[in-house]
């Protein structure tokens, strides 16, 4: 149920991880500090990849497009001038998100509530909203481009993968559903299902006992420097920052790698290096 926070992360299957396989890149090591791995040499370095939704499997670009197309949908619904009700709709959602303090888990399904009320001038019953919210996301919403190949090709491989996310459950299921890549997840873990959010060290470690991996030979993907990346890294993860905001402090973003933070092992410029950058080989 939406916003139970005593619910369980989501396991949805039990699969036995094995050895992954490392290659070299195309433009040499991907880590200044380790030699170049040998084309095709076997290695159980990493067993299993945790994932960020948000800007790594999910383009943040297409949420903008889903949310006017809904609130559009409201609007018209509830005799609203369409600008008017966006600006209501974002003002409603942001003030229910700017309230939240540490890594206190507010649910998002609340808030989109809120927003719809501010749209509509009065309480709108869920079961009226959302069937509308979930269609106008379905049209709209894109992966990140590269994203569901390289987390197949990461699951084809063997490792384990998971969601660690500060999303609702029931989103972070219909997303990997509508981009066809539930199936390749051993454990979807949410601040709903937790109760806190990144960098809170729960969230990390209910994936790893969702997933039973070693912390020591996991990685983490996001694009959040003080949630994914310095979370990630106190929780023993090695770190893959995916572009964007957690690899803005890089010293030379065009190295693909940090030189001088700890808290980032790697920088990828798409999802597609994800698989390399562990060792995993391309088809």
Do not use: C
């Not at 076997?42 to 960020?52: G, K, L, N, P, R």
């Not at 499997?57 to 889903?66: E, N, Y």
């Not at 190949?149 to 084809?156: G, P, Q, S, T």
């Not at 893959?240 to 790698?257: F, H, K, M, N, W």
């Amino acid at each position: 149920m939406v916003g139970d926070r005593s619910s369980p992360p989501y396991v949805r299957r039990n699969r036995i991880p094995s050895a992954a396989h490392r290659i070299g890149r195309g433009d040499g090591p991907v880590n200044p500090l380790s030699p170049p791995p040998q084309a095709g040499a076997v290695t159980d370095e990493y067993e299993a990849v945790f994932w960020d939704v948000g800007g790594v499997i999910l383009d943040l670009s297409s949420v903008g497009r889903a949310r006017r197309a809904f609130v559009e949908d409201l609007a018209d619904r509830y005799d609203r001038d369409p600008d008017a009700a966006i600006e209501a709709y974002r003002a409603a959602l942001s003030e229910h998100f700017a309230a939240r303090e540490g890594t206190e888990y507010d649910s998002a399904a609340e808030g989109y509530a809120a927003a719809v009320e501010a749209v509509a001038r009065r309480e709108v019953p869920e079961s009226e909203w959302r069937p509308a919210m979930l269609a106008a996301s379905e049209r709209a919403l894109e992966p990140v481009e590269g994203a569901p190949e390289a987390i197949r090709r990461l699951a084809d491989a063997g490792l384990t993968l998971a969601v660690v996310s500060d999303i609702d459950t029931w989103e972070a299921e219909r997303f990997l559903e509508w981009f066809g890549i539930a199936d390749a997840f051993d454990a979807v873990v949410t601040s709903e299902s937790v109760g806190r959010r990144k960098p809170d060290p729960a969230m990390f470690q209910t994936a790893v006992d969702a997933t039973g991996a070693d912390p020591a030979r996991t990685a983490m993907v996001g694009d959040r420097y003080e949630h994914d990346m310095e979370g990630g890294t106190r929780a023993g993860l090695t770190t893959v920052a995916l572009d964007g905001s957690a690899a803005e402090r890089a010293p030379d973003p065009g190295d693909g790698y940090r030189v001088d933070d700890p808290a980032v092992d790697f920088v990828a410029d798409s999802p597609l290096d994800v698989p390399r950058i562990l060792g995993v080989e391309s088809p």
